[in-house]
């Protein structure tokens, strides 16, 4: 089967690291995804990764491991905009996105 | 330059009722997907087309149906709605059908 595996949800105090991971078993990958989503809108791309290693972006990092079928986002000097869904999605295939069920973030003043 | 569109925002039907959605991609991105998302989980493949032929279906009854028109634009149907299909309807495009999704605001469809 296909499954994507997240926590449900996260606690963090402003100006802190957290770290979301994502573990994954897909019959196919072409690549991982996170996306961002605030409560009521539509995701917003944050990170793609295809090989293994550390893709850095500003306060935001994703790291991919293909072998344990693992990924994390790293997320820096935590703001209050930060909280959010954060949302881990393997490209299975040519044509889909397989979702996890997202991480809730919160963060805390 | 717009991003991807939506419409309705939001749209109220009652169960037995058909619905269409519809979807604009950004300019010069050939595929759409289609996803549903229920509240507190994240977004269910249905459909996805690329260059107007339907390249991948999700696991959904044959109730629910697409299309893409020679402009890439593109429209989600649900026949015979259960109260169940109430969620919120994302549509995505991107440049192939593999590369960075950008989604649209979603179509918040309720059925009573």
């Known amino acids: 089967g296909q499954n994507i595996d997240q926590p449900t949800e996260m606690t963090a105090t402003e100006g802190a690291i957290v770290q979301i991971n994502c573990t994954y078993q897909?019959?196919?990958?072409?690549?991982l995804f996170w996306y961002q989503q605030h409560a009521g809108e539509a995701p917003t791309f944050l990170s793609y990764?295809?090989?293994?290693g550390l893709e850095e972006k500003g306060r935001f990092s994703s790291f991919l491991s293909r072998s344990k079928g693992y990924s994390y986002l790293l997320l820096k000097e935590l703001q209050m905009k930060d909280s959010a869904s954060y949302l881990c999605?393997?490209?299975?295939?040519?044509?889909?996105?397989?979702f996890g069920t997202g991480t809730r973030l919160k963060v805390l003043a | 330059d717009a991003g991807v569109t939506q419409s309705p925002t939001h749209l109220i039907k009652t169960r037995g009722q058909q619905v269409t959605l519809r979807c604009s991609p950004i300019?010069?991105?050939?595929?759409v997907s289609w996803y549903q998302q229920v509240l507190g989980q994240g977004p269910q493949f249905i459909f996805q087309?690329?260059?107007?032929?339907?390249?991948g279906r999700g696991n959904f009854p044959d109730r629910f149906s697409a299309r893409q028109f020679p402009n890439y634009s593109s429209e989600l149907n649900v026949n015979a709605l259960l109260l169940g299909d109430s969620a919120l309807y994302l549509c995505?495009?991107?440049?192939?059908?593999?590369?960075?999704?950008?989604f649209g605001q979603g179509t918040r469809l309720t059925v009573v």
């Open positions: 995505a495009s991107s440049l192939r059908g593999v590369s960075e999704a950008f």
């Open positions: 897909t019959s196919g990958f072409n690549g």
């Open positions: 990764n295809v090989l293994d």
């Open positions: 999605a393997v490209s299975s295939g040519t044509y889909k996105y397989i």
């Open positions: 300019s010069g991105h050939k595929s």
């Open positions: 087309y690329y260059e107007k032929e339907e390249r």
